[in-house]
């Protein structure tokens, strides 16, 4: 109730006022200016006729409403009220109000105070959108940079192993049987590649099954064996039994190795190259070494986003990665990666 003004009977314009009052907070969503509008209207008759319904208590959830979906011209509106409730309190006084002039401010101030309510919960619900558009797009790159990683470790591995390969092909001309071997060994890499990309995509597949095509630390051998037949010497040595289940550690110890090696081929072609991998009792290490005696010509440049990428996969797991020149020469990698599940 405001004004104080004397109650009178309901008749037709009161169920008009009520009306007007309760109807527009069904469409306050898609039209909130048009709503408030409407419901002071319906207010501003029924305190002026003295009706004093019920429907009165439409104006502070039209208020909180407004005040959370209204995107635009918000300062505006709420001028535009302020002064639309001056001829109001002049109108009400006119009547012969018996409202004192502290009660017309404490009505306003409640008015204020449902607008506010209102620009909070807009508020919340502006900040609540942006972190979730943050948390999406924070999302969206780290898979990108996975996807980028998985990329990198599966095509310059194969495609490293067959540019050395097709260099070697030159040279060997004269000797046919040899020829024909280094060949088929890039034809063989080549399909390997076409493999593991599709295994690669098949992830990024929606209807992608439940079939585990991930490498793991168990293919090293084929792994050391591919490397072999591009013509680096590799000597590899594992100790300990690998556990059934050693979460994400296993693939970024098969990918450690995977990297190390490409490396060794393009920098330190047909060098002495040393793999040991020893699986403990909570953790995968990994040591790759290469004694650097090898040539480097013809060897394919490098980006060093190989590394790069081996220490986050490495330092995701809560893991230890180095990577850098040994005293004597050559290079050596060491990793060591914990296991969620290792017993």
């Not at 040991?276 to 980006?303: C, K, M, N, Y």
């Amino acid at each position: 109730m405001l004004g104080g003004v004397p109650h009178r009977p309901f008749d037709a314009l009161a169920i008009a006022a009520v009306a007007l009052q309760g109807l527009p907070i069904a469409v306050c969503r898609r039209w909130p200016v048009i709503c408030l509008v409407l419901v002071s209207a319906g207010f501003a008759v029924d305190q002026l006729r003295g009706y004093h319904s019920f429907a009165g208590t439409a104006l502070p959830i039209a208020l909180v409403a407004v005040g959370a979906k209204l995107e635009r011209h918000r300062r505006l509106t709420a001028l535009l009220l302020t002064v639309a409730y001056v001829p109001l309190v002049a109108a009400l006084l006119h009547l012969g109000s018996g409202e004192s002039a502290g009660g017309f401010v404490t009505f306003y101030l409640a008015t204020c105070l449902a607008w506010g309510i209102g620009t909070w919960l807009r508020s919340n619900r502006a900040a609540e959108a942006d972190r979730r558009r943050r948390v999406a797009e924070d999302t969206r790159t780290a898979e990108r940079a996975r996807i980028a990683r998985e990329l990198h470790d599966v095509v310059t591995h194969h495609v490293t192993a067959m540019v050395v390969q097709a260099e070697a092909a030159r040279y060997l001309t004269a000797a046919p049987d040899r020829l024909d071997q280094t060949l088929t060994t890039v034809t063989d890499t080549g399909r390997r590649a076409i493999t593991d990309l599709r295994h690669l995509l098949d992830l990024l597949n929606p209807d992608y099954g439940s079939e585990d095509r991930t490498p793991s630390i168990g293919r090293l051998h084929t792994l050391v064996e591919q490397t072999r037949r591009a013509g680096q010497q590799v000597e590899f040595t594992e100790e300990g039994t690998p556990a059934e289940s050693t979460g994400s550690a296993d693939l970024v110890a098969y990918r450690v190795v995977q990297e190390s090696l490409t490396n060794a081929l393009k920098y330190a072609h047909g060098s002495r190259t040393s793999v040991l991998v020893r699986h403990g009792v909570r953790e995968i290490t990994v040591e790759v070494s290469t004694d650097g005696s090898g040539a480097r010509a013809g060897s394919p440049g490098g980006s060093g986003r190989g590394l790069a990428g081996l220490r986050e996969r490495v330092h995701v797991l809560g893991g230890d990665f180095s990577a850098g020149r040994r005293t004597g020469g050559g290079f050596v990698v060491h990793a060591r990666i914990p296991g969620r599940s290792l017993s």
